[in-house]
C-alpha cells in the first residue's frame, strides 16, 4: 500500500509475485481495478481520465479487506 507514495516521488516499483515473475506498478493497479470492478479505468480502457479516483477507491477497498488490523483487546494501554 506504500507503492503510491512511491510513485508519487518518481519511483517505479516492480513486484515480485508468485513463481519469480516481475510486475510493474501500472500493471499492479490494472489487476487492482479489476478486482474491485474498476476494469472500465485500467491503463487501456476508454476512461483512463479517471483513474485516478477509481484507484483510489480500489485502495481503500483493498486495505480494508487485507491490511493489518490489531483487535482492541490486543492493544495494551500505559
Known amino acids: ?10 519511483v ?8 519469480g515473475t516481475l510486475e510493474l506498478q501500472s500493471d499492479a493497479e490494472d489487476r487492482l481495478l479489476d478486482l474491485h470492478g474498476g476494469a472500465a479505468f485500467t491503463s ?3 476512461f483512463v481520465a479517471e483513474r485516478g479516483p477509481a ?3 480500489a485502495l ?3 486495505a480494508r479487506e ?5 483487535s482492541p ?3 495494551e494501554y500505559f
Open 12 to 19: 517505479l516499483p516492480v513486484h515480485i509475485r508468485r513463481g
Open 55 to 57: 484507484l483510489e477507491d
Open 66 to 70: 487485507f491490511a493489518f488490523r490489531t
Open 73 to 75: 483487546e490486543a492493544i
Open 44 to 46: 487501456g480502457a476508454l
Open 1 to 10: 500500500m506504500i507503492c503510491p507514495a512511491l510513485v508519487e516521488r518518481g
Open 60 to 62: 481503500r477497498r483493498q
